[in-house]
């Protein structure tokens, strides 16, 4: 951190100064002298690009920022794997977590309980449903299943069949894209059925239903998925086993919005496989929660307002701060843009 970001922190703790002052950030790209920490921090999954993605880049923004960062651990997608984690990570002296809680409603008791011992969390990506993080760093999903919705809204001009590969709706990411994208249909575009489709996150499930969708409506030309790192791979597989991968612009092209902003969705983009996806920005998740959990462990706080790194912090309700972060509609108008997290990380 620089000198420069340590006294503006400095100036609006002690004056109470304005919003956009008090959330400054630009220190976290500069490092410390000092190390600060140890600092847990529990990857939620290895089986999605996405996350895979997020996972290389919190060693290196961590070495950024000054972070003596602990070993971290995977919960692979359970709950219980990481409540025992967290356990451990506390046990062996963290002084703040980051997490990625995929079910935000069972980690509330955790969360609780850390807060009594004084040990702050980050959560990454969720937000969890009780408990009171110090702050959550996510885009807003909701915008995603809007995007989408806008999105093959107008390129399907309103009419037609489009399947919805729902993600975990015990997770708040779930249900804020499939409520939004479902809510958007609804008062939009009305002559589109739409067809939800639970999938937990798993490829597997997805490119199932996907099969059994396309055999009762042979007429499908739509499909939102709601994760391209778990969903990619799978849907185009399925498509071109059943003759129903057609390059972009030609007749029977099957529209197709993700969202994750991978490079193997940039590369499906360029050949015509897919329309479009939402970035979401696995760089800067990594980025910001440990930037958050450095300020935590050095006593810092912050309000609602806009930030200096072109997010929002938000009040999302009874204290909670949340940094909603930009996530960008990528199209084949764009997709070469090299300030996309998805252009600068090996495929």
Not at 103 to 112: L, P, V
Not at 205 to 221: E, M, R, V
Request: proline residues 5%; contains cysteine; charged residues 20%.
């Amino acid at each position: 951190m620089d000198k420069r970001s340590i006294l503006t922190v400095a100036v609006c703790v002690a004056l109470a100064g304005t919003l956009a002052a008090c959330n400054r950030g630009d220190a976290a790209g500069g490092g410390d002298s000092g190390s600060v920490g140890p600092i847990g921090v529990d990857f939620p999954r290895a089986d999605t690009d996405f996350w895979n993605s997020y996972n290389k880049y919190v060693p290196t923004m961590a070495k950024d920022l000054g972070i003596n960062l602990m070993t971290p651990t995977n919960s692979q997608n359970d709950i219980t794997k990481l409540v025992s984690n967290v356990q451990a990570l506390t046990a062996q002296g963290a002084k703040a977590i980051v997490m990625a809680p995929q079910d935000t409603g069972a980690i509330a008791s955790t969360i609780t309980q850390l807060n009594q011992q004084k040990i702050p969390v980050v959560t990454v990506d969720t937000r969890p449903d009780k408990g009171g993080a110090y702050m959550v760093v996510r885009a807003d999903n909701k915008a995603y299943g809007e995007k989408a919705c806008k999105y093959l809204g107008e390129k399907l001009q309103g009419k037609g069949k489009v399947v919805e590969f729902e993600g975990d709706l015990s997770s708040i990411n779930g249900r804020d894209r499939s409520e939004a994208f479902g809510d958007c249909m609804k008062q939009n575009y009305p002559g589109i059925t739409v067809l939800a489709e639970p999938t937990n996150w798993e490829g597997a499930k997805a490119s199932a239903a996907l099969q059994t969708d396309l055999t009762a409506n042979p007429d499908i030309n739509g499909i939102y998925m709601q994760a391209g790192g778990a969903f990619l791979a799978a849907t185009l597989q399925l498509l071109k086993s059943t003759n129903h991968l057609i390059p972009a612009g030609q007749p029977g092209h099957i529209t197709i919005v993700s969202n994750d902003g991978i490079p193997q969705e940039f590369d499906a983009i360029r050949q015509g496989q897919i329309d479009a996806t939402v970035s979401q920005p696995a760089d800067l998740y990594a980025k910001w929660a440990l930037f958050y959990a450095k300020a935590a462990v050095e006593g810092k706080t912050f309000k609602p307002g806009a930030t200096d790194h072109n997010s929002t912090i938000l009040d999302v309700g009874g204290g909670q701060l949340e940094d909603q972060l930009p996530a960008p509609l990528v199209t084949k108008d764009n997709v070469d843009d090299k300030s996309l997290w998805g252009n600068q990380v090996a495929k």
